[in-house]
């Protein structure tokens, strides 16, 4: 079964920095597109940025220039590196993944979130 699992969330300051992790276990052949999501309260869930198997990546553009999205494909890991925080980062922010297992399903996987709060 194939799971994912964010860490690194926390309570920091504005302008204060962090670093989530997300570890992809299980039974995997292939791990293509990893993105970061996060939701406020209240509000829908939001792509922060995506990064492909080769390195490309993408940010959204409230992001850009502040956070940066990485990953060790050896250790099925992402990164998202987030600084320069503002109070409206405050969100769980979700680890999202399309895999192909080794059985060869393939599908789009979720973890269940860590929270990051920006005080003001």
């Known amino acids: 079964q194939v799971q994912l699992e964010e860490s690194g969330g926390g309570l920091v300051q504005t302008g204060g920095s962090l670093r989530l992790s997300c570890v992809v276990s299980?039974?995997?052949?292939?791990?293509?597109?990893m993105r970061w999501y996060r939701q406020a309260p209240g509000k829908q869930r939001e792509l922060v940025a995506r990064?492909?198997?080769?390195?490309?990546?993408f940010y959204s553009g409230s992001v850009k220039g502040r956070f940066t999205i990485s990953r060790d494909n050896a250790k099925n890991t992402v990164y998202l590196q987030v600084s320069s925080l503002k109070p409206e980062d405050t969100a769980v922010y979700y680890c999202?993944?399309?895999?192909?297992?080794?059985?060869?399903?393939?599908?789009?996987?979720w973890g269940r979130g860590t929270q990051v709060t920006v005080s003001a």
């Open positions: 990064i492909t198997s080769i390195g490309n990546t």
């Open positions: 299980g039974s995997i052949f292939s791990i293509s597109y």
């Open positions: 999202n993944a399309d895999i192909k297992e080794a059985g060869g399903y393939q599908g789009s996987y």
